[in-house]
Every structure is written in C-alpha cells, then in structure tokens.
C-alpha cells in the first residue's frame, strides 16, 4: 500500500485513496477508465447490492460482491467520453448492507476536462497563451531554434524541481518541447503523476511550430 495513501472511512468500507479521481485533459473519445480499491474494515459481512450509474456513458465492473472482514475488492469505473467537451464529472453510486449497520451507500467520482480531436496540444496551447514551456533537448538544438519564451532544462532537472518547494499550481499548464515522441511522452506522464493534468507534449516540436505557425513565435541563430 502506498504510505501517502489516504484512507477514507465509509462505516464498513474504506476506500484506499480518494473518493474522487481527477483524469486532466483527455481527449473526446478516449476512454477514461479508473481503478477503486477498498477494504471492508468491520466486523460484519458486507453485501454489496446494486452499483447505481448516473450516466449510460459509465460502466463498473467489480472483482466480488460479498466481503468478508479485512476482504479488499476493486471497482472499475469507465467513462466513454464521446460527445463530451469541457468539464466532465461522472458518479457511481455503490450501495451495501451490514448485519449491524444496515444499508450505506458511498459516492466515486471522475472527473476530466476533454477537449476535440482537432484540438492539438499546439492548439491548446495557442488558446492557454500563458502556458508554461519547457525544451528538454539538447542545449545546441535548443539554441538552433526555440520558442520564445521557453526555458531550457533536462527532464531530470524538471522532475526535481517540481518535486520539490519550487513546484507550480497543479493547475497550470505545461508543454514539453522533446527531442523524440519516447522522451516527450514519458516526460509528460511523469508530470502527471506528480500532479501536472494539464501537461502535453508538443509532438513534432519546432518542425511542427514551424509548419503551422512558421517562425512566428520562434527565436532561431540562423
């Protein structure tokens, strides 16, 4: 168990974690599917009786329906995201019953901000405007041609330096500039572990800064 966990006491149930999962930018079309563990904490049997869905876009599966003391089980919650755009929170509802406590019921919440297929992480940050933009290449590469306004930094040192006292809003936005899709796109799921959802990797870098914006925006040595 990770030992930042936070433990939620629901009567019998305790949800490892929170109650609510937060998925960031996602985009229209791509399922967002999460994971909820719990454990029942009482004495008494749990029977848990109906997952009630507050959308048809969702669907749970669970891994068992009775729960004997110190029993865990896992609730997995998908949303289809098709047709949505902007803020989206979705609920389901699971419902119990104890012996000794009767019936109880606890809430578990996603939430995500979807944005179209045509809208490209370049796109997004066209629309943020006060993004924040860090290029991992190589310092040369980085003085050949960058986009203004960009700091200069190895993916390590970012990490770090967000992991620490230094680290901005969770909500601010990031675009990583990278020499290859690999390092881009692990540079960005790094940053979302940490917290960063508004994170994306400018795939294509300066060559597609380049070819759709051309060298507006850019500061390049030749």
């Known amino acids: 168990m990770n030992i930042n966990a936070i433990i939620y006491i629901l009567s019998a149930i305790s949800v490892i974690g929170c109650t609510t999962f937060n998925a960031g930018d996602v985009k229209e079309g791509t399922p967002v599917i999460h994971t909820f563990r719990a454990v029942n904490t009482g004495k008494d049997t749990v029977i848990i009786t109906e997952i009630r869905r507050t959308c048809g876009c969702t669907t749970t599966e669970t891994s068992k329906k009775v729960l004997l003391p110190g029993d865990t089980f896992d609730l997995t919650v998908r949303v289809n995201t098709y047709g949505f755009y902007g803020p989206v929170s979705k609920s389901v509802y699971l419902f119990y019953s104890t012996q000794k406590k009767g019936k109880k019921h606890l809430k578990l919440t996603i939430r995500a901000h979807i944005f179209k297929n045509s809208e490209t992480p370049l796109n997004v940050f066209r629309r943020i405007k006060?993004?924040?933009?860090?290029?991992?290449?190589?310092?040369?590469?980085?003085?050949?041609?960058?986009?203004?306004?960009?700091?200069?930094?190895?993916?390590?040192?970012l990490l770090?330096?967000?992991?620490?006292?230094?680290?901005?809003?969770?909500?601010?936005?990031?675009?990583?500039?990278?020499?290859?899709?690999?390092?881009?796109?692990?540079?960005?799921?790094?940053?979302?572990?940490?917290?960063?959802?508004?994170?994306?990797?400018?795939?294509g870098g300066i060559k597609k800064w380049l070819s759709e914006l051309g060298k507006s925006g850019l500061i390049c040595s030749d």
């Open 130 to 157: 006060n993004g924040m933009i860090f290029d991992i290449r190589r310092h040369r590469e980085y003085v050949k041609c960058h986009i203004a306004g960009s700091e200069n930094i190895n993916k390590d040192a």
């Open 160 to 203: 770090s330096y967000l992991k620490g006292k230094n680290s901005f809003d969770k909500d601010s936005y990031i675009f990583i500039v990278a020499p290859d899709s690999i390092k881009g796109s692990n540079t960005v799921k790094s940053l979302r572990k940490l917290g960063y959802r508004h994170s994306y990797y400018i795939e």
